[in-house]
């Protein structure tokens, strides 16, 4: 049979090796499959960000760029805003 060196004493180093082998390759696959399920977070998670920044820059109205009519200051947080007027220690870290 063209398998039988396989199974001789003198090949005992190569199953080995060749279980090693295997035993690396699958934890590899693990931590890249872990690896995927990270990355893929982060890139829901910047997509969010995307959507709050395009929001943020485009779809406010034109009158809340030189602040409200009746002189009263917007009390929302400025979490994501690229403007001078950001109030200092907000972040958008939960």
């Known amino acids: ?5 396989l199974f001789r004493p003198s090949h005992a ?7 090693a082998l295997l ?5 590899a696959r693990i931590e890249h499959q872990a690896a995927a399920e990270h990355h893929s977070a982060l890139a829901r998670m910047y997509s969010e960000r995307v959507r709050r920044l395009e929001n943020e820059l485009y779809r406010q109205p034109r009158a809340t760029e ?8 917007d009390e929302r947080p400025q979490l994501y ?6 109030k200092p220690g ?3 870290a939960p």
């Open 81 to 86: 805003s690229l403007d001078s007027s950001r």
């Open 23 to 27: 035993e690396e390759a699958q934890m």
């Open 66 to 73: 030189h602040g409200p009519a009746d002189g009263v200051a």
């Open 90 to 92: 907000l972040t958008s």
């Open 13 to 19: 180093a190569y199953l080995r090796r060749a279980s």
């Open 1 to 5: 049979m063209t398998f039988d060196f």
